[in-house]
Structures are given as structure tokens and as C-alpha cells.
């Protein structure tokens, strides 16, 4: 299957099962999205930030074994110095002013993250990084010139969220 086909549909169930770095109790309490309006083909990964915590996101990505949720923590922005600056995201190469792109970080699954182990990555500050990719939503900032194709776009991205899903997260089997 090419990447650029997007990820297969899932229901609110399957995405509480998915989530590796919290408790059960607490992935029954994860507020998921209206799920009829995704348009899943068009997804690498589902991403969503909890509309009564900010400063909390969820990520759930297919892998091998399955699909596989990691809770986030979104950075504070104390960028004031730097207001103007210009990030690209680690996923889709996107490039955004100020506060386009956010480090999010997600403790480690099992007995590293229960240590205190986390792993962080700077991305899309709307989690909108499939988009971006395959070109159906652009960000105001120019983008720099690329001679890469959507499925090559699509393929980094995929190859990048699976690296980082993977270091929050031991492979596992479905």
C-alpha cells in the first residue's frame, strides 16, 4: 500500500486501546474527536490537541503491529527574543513563522517513561503535517523550492513519525 493512501478508519475504542504511555484510566479519559467527518485516506496519522487542556495533544499512527496512541505535551512558547523566527517541522518539512511549529514531547512507554524518560519532536503546531504534505493545505509563510513529489513527501513524513513513535514506544505485536 502507497502511504499516500492515508490510514485506515478507526473508532473511538480501537484509539483508547492504542495508547502506550499512560494508564488504561487514563486513556478512558482521553476526549477523541468526532470521528465521522475524518477523512482517514487522507491521514498519516490522527492527531488532536484536548480542547480543555492545550497544553495536552494525542497522536495515533498506524505501525506494524497495529496502530500505536502516544499522549503529547505541548512546549510552553518562551520564544520572545525571537518572535519572528521561522521553524520547519520534523515530520513534513513545513516552514512556519513564530509559533508554526511546537516541540511536543511524550514519556517514554513502560518503566523509562515511569523514570522520567521522554522523547520530543518539533512539529506542525496544528498536527496538520499530512496536509501540508500532500500540498492540500498551505501555510501563509513561502515554502522553499522542492523537487520532491507528494509520495516522496508522504514517504519521509511516514518514515520520521515512524522513528519517533518508535523511540516512545517498543515495537509490539498486534
Request: hydrophobic fraction near 40%.
Amino acid at each position: 500500500m502507497s502511504s499516500v493512501e492515508g490510514m485506515d478508519a478507526l473508532d473511538a475504542d480501537r484509539i483508547r486501546a492504542s495508547f502506550v504511555n499512560c494508564s488504561k484510566g487514563e486513556a478512558a479519559a482521553i476526549v477523541i474527536p468526532g470521528l465521522t467527518t475524518v477523512d482517514w485516506e487522507k491521514l498519516d496519522f490522527l492527531a488532536w490537541r484536548n480542547p480543555r487542556m492545550p497544553q495536552r495533544a494525542y497522536l495515533v499512527a498506524p505501525m506494524e503491529g497495529g496502530p500505536v496512541g502516544v499522549v503529547l505535551r505541548v512546549a510552553a512558547n518562551r520564544n520572545h527574543a525571537g518572535a519572528m523566527r521561522t521553524s520547519m517541522c520534523e515530520f513534513c518539512h513545513t516552514v512556519h513563522s513564530a509559533g508554526g511549529v511546537t516541540l511536543f514531547t511524550a514519556a517514554k512507554a513502560g518503566g523509562s517513561g515511569r523514570h522520567g524518560n521522554s522523547v520530543g519532536a518539533y512539529f506542525c503546531a496544528d498536527l496538520e503535517c499530512s496536509r501540508y504534505a500532500r500540498g492540500t493545505k498551505r501555510p501563509i509563510r513561502v515554502q522553499p523550492q522542492t523537487t520532491m513529489t507528494v509520495d516522496e513527501r508522504v514517504d519521509r513524513l511516514n518514515s520520521r513519525l515512524r522513528g519517533v513513535v518508535s523511540s516512545i514506544a517498543p515495537q509490539r505485536t498486534a
